[in-house]
């Protein structure tokens, strides 16, 4: 039983920092329709950025708020520069351009910090504490608060404000959005701003756990595109679910079958799933335009 | 955009035509997975080579000649390390090449080399790499085998017999996964747990509850390399684990006490090489000179610690300069036949006697059996 | 006399393969060169898929790894000649691709991206770990194929970078051709229509999910087939040539050249090949510029390439 409690404590530690990424991929396709390679390099810089503030001596606080900001500013930065561009080009090209951007700012990256591994201090020590014979990192509940906290704002966002409904309508009829009076470019700004601070926190709160380096973003990529995938693109629900379905999937596998194939029974469930569930779990049915 | 274009296309046949103009200068080659999977080794190789090149040609060169090294980023990609080491031969023109630093882009150069009867000296682990010896190729680690056997003499010295393992399944993690297999049953040794976690994984606290929890389990081994043997003693000390455990000398560099966190790594074996013990050598020890002289080097250099893989690039280039010295440096031929009457020669990682037979040039003595304890490394023997 | 737009691809590359040693300033280039040809391959493969029927996939480096790992595997465990293991590995790609494929080419967009992702994860997984068969991640040696030795023997003296130029780049304009036959056949045509739109395509009594179908298997065949070539060529393999970037830079390959043609595929491979061979010159500052790269092209020339160049053509004609 203990042992039970601790494979599911490892997978939720694990399926929070996927379901972070994956919320972070649901703001900006919501908003675009473009689904962010990168968004994994958000997840690096947040980490990199609030290791070399704190090694720089700020407090981790402020480091990480610092980080936070950053991140934002280069999402900003990469939404005018690469993805407003190339709007209404397909679906390959804004893969490829996300997966350069991705590339570049590993690049980039290697420069400015260093290709070593690095971490910082947890928030509230490494003690770990005991629950029914299993332990958990009080740096697992930061990240796992991180995730719930991220969730319910957006979710409140989406549906109770209306700038969040702005986004959402802005990604199901562009132009009808525009007619209504809704600032697109705006609201494709704030995606990326608010979907690179939410990847950077879910660096910031990791790292200790993880550790980082300049090139850990691609992991994170792919497995919070799965955990997106699975759970329906574009619903921060389906997101949230499908994160830590696949660190709990992962986890539970790696304890009771095989830890060498546990990331195929990953991708094998997300297969299966879409095999009866082409939208995913939560996924909204979508129709052919012609 | 058509212009951009068309110029970075003149610049392609530019770069790639400007291999041969300097003369009165010694060239050697390296393909260093200085980016990809294998950065964690790589970077400090890259660095070090770069380091040592400016000190040699800033001491004079060898015999007057400034020596110029070529060196690209193979990534770790085993097809990009053939494309570099046909570069290398072809294009560049050079006497010999360092590198490879996954066994998987040593064989492709290995083989590239081998073809053209370039010296080639390798930093990769895997024992196939010397074994069978082929006339060209040479290398400085140790064998990941040698690594095993090191651990469990030490695991047999303390009585214990029943024994866990969890590897990296990258190339390092898994190459030494199997030796260690082969070779445990000559210790007496059984293995009763044998897990392993992707280099990128966060958590591995599924797999060690699963070690610990097996019957009889007396001591565990880590093999593996970058951030996963940090994660996986940090969760030993979550799960608060408390049988002897190994790691591997993929991890021995005092980056990694730092990242498991002193406290997590107390009481951490492995075998490990000199390079870490600068301090606690002989005086009249015979690798204090140079282990001290490239630790001071790289560490006001860089700004950071040294590590054992570091140490590998600075031999194969001690190696290859003092043959350069010895050799005429035009004819691969003869170097090749310098590098092969190496006796005797201090290098961080030990003291390499090479023969026609062995082109490792080092045994188990090398290794040395560290132990952490209150944040630093001490000797066990 | 006018001559067609396929005979005029053909002898473009027929052109391109037979003249480009003459501009050759060392031995090297003809390994640069064996290397466009094979990854050309790969990427003729991807405009069937992408550029005629419109489909994603983001794994078909899994299929490379196949033909790959089946010239490694297949003379050893079987005893077949490796030139038989080629043809051995392109007809498990083809059979894996027809299996795979009916059920997630129902998948649209980055569905069937995902989909496509998880399948080249696991066949590079199951390449990496089980060590037994494949030696795992540092690789594996492949056989001779043997054919240098026979050239060779009927007078030509040809260095292994040479042979496996000329032969590369054969293999390369037969899979041009074929690829163009296809084009220009019934079948062709209604894969094109496909891309258009595939609600019209099936309104005009095209069987939509057959085409696809098609379309991916032939497009692994194609994968599986340069994959085999590489391995031989390098006489190595390991489980990298299966990898997430390896998927990635076939597709960009193809798009950076113009995802609808052939000629195109052979540019976008040609570039992105040399590229990081011209690269090296910016040393550390080299995955900043290639994602530059990656990203100036495909906002700038977002149809690619060579239909970009030609559109600007043809726009001076009117």
């Known amino acids: ?290 | 955009m058509k212009k951009t274009l068309s110029t970075t296309a003149l610049a392609a046949i530019v770069a790639l035509g400007a291999g041969s103009a300097a003369l009165a200068e010694i060239r050697i080659g390296a393909s260093i997975s200085a980016t990809g999977p294998a950065a964690f080794l790589g970077d400090p190789e890259a660095k070090t080579l770069e380091l040592l090149v400016e000190e040699l040609n800033a001491a004079g060169g060898i015999d007057g000649e400034n020596l110029r090294l070529v060196m690209y980023d193979d990534g770790g990609d085993p097809n990009r390390a053939r494309t570099f080491a046909t570069r290398l031969i072809e294009d560049d023109e050079v006497v010999a090449i360092i590198g490879g630093t996954t066994t998987g882009t040593t064989m492709s150069i290995l083989a590239v080399a081998e073809d053209a009867e370039v010296p080639f000296i390798s930093l990769a682990g895997a024992i196939e790499i010397i074994d069978p010896v082929r006339p060209y190729t040479f290398k400085t680690p140790h064998t990941d085998r040698m690594a095993c056997q090191k651990i469990f003499e030490d695991i047999q010295a303390r009585g214990f017999t029943r024994v866990g393992m969890i590897s990296g399944t990258d190339g390092f993690g898994a190459s030494m996964q199997a030796q260690c297999k082969q070779v445990i049953g000559d210790y007496g040794i059984e293995l009763v747990a044998d897990e392993t976690y992707n280099p990128t994984d966060a958590d591995m606290t599924a797999q060690l509850t699963k070690i610990r929890n097996t019957a009889g389990i007396e001591a565990i081994v880590n093999p593996g390399f970058g951030q996963g043997p940090s994660i996986v003693t940090r969760n030993y000390k979550q799960l608060a684990i408390d049988l002897p455990f190994y790691q591997s000398h993929g991890v021995a560099s005092d980056g990694f006490i730092e990242l498991a966190g002193a406290d997590a790594a107390e009481g951490i074996r492995l075998p490990g090489t000199a390079l870490l013990v600068a301090n606690l050598l002989a005086e009249d020890d015979p690798q204090k000179p140079v282990v001290d002289a490239y630790k001071t080097a790289y560490e006001s250099h860089t700004n950071s610690s040294v590590g054992t893989f570091g140490g590998y690039a600075h031999d194969a280039f001690l190696i290859l300069t003092e043959a350069l010295g010895r050799a005429d440096a035009t004819d691969p031929a003869s170097i090749r036949d310098e590098i092969e009457a190496t006796e005797g020669l201090a290098g961080t990682t030990g003291i390499y006697t090479f023969t026609p037979e062995d082109h490792l040039g080092l045994d188990l003595s090398a290794f040395r059996m560290l132990e952490i304890r209150d944040g630093a490394w001490t000797l066990v023997d | 006399m006018r001559i067609s737009p396929k005979t005029a691809t053909l002898l473009v590359l027929a052109v391109l393969v037979a003249l480009s040693p003459f501009f050759f300033p060392s031995n090297f280039y003809y390994r640069i060169g064996s290397l466009m040809f094979v990854n050309a391959i790969a990427v003729i493969g991807i405009v069937i898929l992408t550029g005629y029927a419109g489909q994603i996939s983001l794994g078909h480096a899994g299929f490379a790894g196949i033909g790959a790992y089946a010239c490694a595997l297949a003379p050893v465990h079987l005893g077949l000649h490796p030139g038989i293991a080629v043809f051995l590995g392109a007809a498990i790609s083809g059979v894996l691709a027809w299996m795979v494929g009916r059920p997630i080419l129902r998948l649209k967009g980055y569905y069937l991206g995902v989909a496509t992702l998880g399948f080249g994860i696991l066949v590079s997984m199951i390449l990496t770990n089980e060590r037994d068969l494949t030696r795992g991640p540092d690789g594996i040696d492949v056989p001779d194929l043997g054919l240098r030795a026979l050239v060779n023997g009927l007078g030509l003296n040809l260095s292994n970078g040479q042979f496996w130029y000329f032969f590369s780049g054969i293999c390369m304009i037969l899979g041009a051709w074929i690829a163009l036959n296809l084009f220009n056949s019934p079948a062709g045509r209604a894969l094109r229509a496909l891309h258009g739109s595939e609600v019209a395509a099936r309104t005009v009594g095209v069987d939509v999910a057959r085409m696809k179908l098609q379309a991916f298997v032939i497009s692994a065949v194609y994968a599986s087939i340069s994959g085999s070539l590489l391995a031989l060529q390098n006489r190595f393999v390991s489980p990298d040539i299966a990898g997430f970037m390896h998927s990635i830079e076939m597709v960009t390959m193809a798009v950076l050249g113009g995802v609808g043609s052939v000629l195109g595929a052979v540019i976008g491979a040609g570039i992105l090949t040399l590229l990081p061979q011209v690269l090296t010159i910016f040393a550390e500052y080299e995955q900043l510029v290639l994602g530059l790269v990656m990203m100036l092209v495909m906002i700038f020339l977002r149809e690619g390439l060579l239909p970009s160049i030609l559109k600007r053509f043809r726009g001076r004609d009117e």
């Open chain 1, 1 to 290: 039983m203990s042992e039970l409690l601790q494979f599911l404590f490892s997978g939720v530690t694990v399926g929070a920092v996927y379901a972070l990424v994956a919320l972070g991929f649901t703001i900006i396709y919501n908003a675009s329709d473009v689904v962010n390679f990168a968004q994994g390099e958000f997840v690096m810089l947040g980490g990199m950025i609030t290791w070399a503030a704190h090694a720089a001596g700020l407090p981790l606080p402020l480091a990480a708020l610092s980080a936070i900001v950053i991140t934002s500013a280069i999402g900003v930065a990469m939404n005018k520069l690469a993805i407003e561009p190339a709007r209404g080009a397909p679906v390959v090209s804004l893969i490829i351009i996300t997966i350069g951007a991705s590339i570049f700012i590993q690049g980039a990256a290697q420069i400015v910090f260093d290709k070593q591994i690095h971490s910082f201090p947890a928030f509230s020590g490494d003690a770990p504490l005991r629950v029914g014979g299993a332990t958990i990192l009080p740096q697992s509940l930061w990240v796992l608060g991180g995730a719930v906290v991220v969730f319910v704002g957006l979710w409140v966002f989406f549906t109770r404000t209306l700038l969040g409904r702005a986004v959402l309508a802005t990604s199901n009829n562009r132009l009808a959005a525009q007619l209504v009076g809704i600032n697109t470019n705006f609201v494709m700004t704030l995606s990326f701003a608010l979907s690179a601070g939410i990847g950077a926190l879910a660096g910031a709160l990791a790292t200790p756990i993880t550790l980082t380096a300049y090139n850990v973003g691609i992991g994170f990529a792919l497995k919070g595109f799965a955990g997106a995938m699975l759970g329906g693109m574009g619903n921060p629900k389906g997101a949230l679910v499908g994160g830590f379905l696949i660190g709990l999937i992962e986890a539970l596998t790696a304890g009771y079958l095989s830890s060498t194939y546990k990331d195929a029974a990953a991708f094998v469930v997300i297969l299966l799933v879409l095999f009866f569930m082409p939208q995913g779990l939560f996924g909204r049915k979508s129709t052919d335009r012609v």
